[in-house]
Nanobody, 113 residues
Framework: VQLQASGGGLVQAGGSLRLSCKAI????????MAWYRQAPGNQRELVAN???????NYVDSVKGRFTISRDNARRTVYLQMNSLKPEDTAVYYC????????WGQGTQVTVSS
């Protein structure tokens, strides 16, 4: 199983980014997909997840600003991040569970004030 994350970068506060994560070697359509993030000195935290049926869940700090979605045909999960804040700066990881936990390589998001 491989999770290939992309889309991070440097953006000013108030800007937007879209992260993508493509899954290889897994029956994508039946698994829950998630995005986590880890800022320096902090624990990794769940940002959002989406079930196989499309139900979503968000951490309170991103509600109304971030949207998680999935395209089963492309085996890809997305995280649309709008109204970004400096406190959103972190390495973002996609993750799924299929017999084991599988993590993507992480993509850096930096939001300047």
């Amino acid at each position: 199983v491989q999770l290939q994350a992309s889309g991070g970068g440097l953006v000013q506060a108030g800007g937007s980014l879209r992260l993508s994560c493509k899954a290889i070697g897994i029956n994508f359509s039946i698994v829950t997909m998630a995005w986590y993030r880890q800022a320096p000195g902090n624990q990794r935290e769940l940002v959002a997840n989406i079930t196989s049926g499309g139900s979503t869940n968000y951490v309170d700090s991103v509600k109304g600003r971030f949207t998680i979605s999935r395209d089963n045909a492309r085996r890809t999960v997305y995280l649309q991040m709008n109204s970004l804040k400096p406190e959103d700066t972190a390495v973002y990881y996609c993750k799924t569970f299929w017999k084991y936990d599988w993590w993507g390589q992480g993509t850096q998001v930096t939001v300047s004030s």
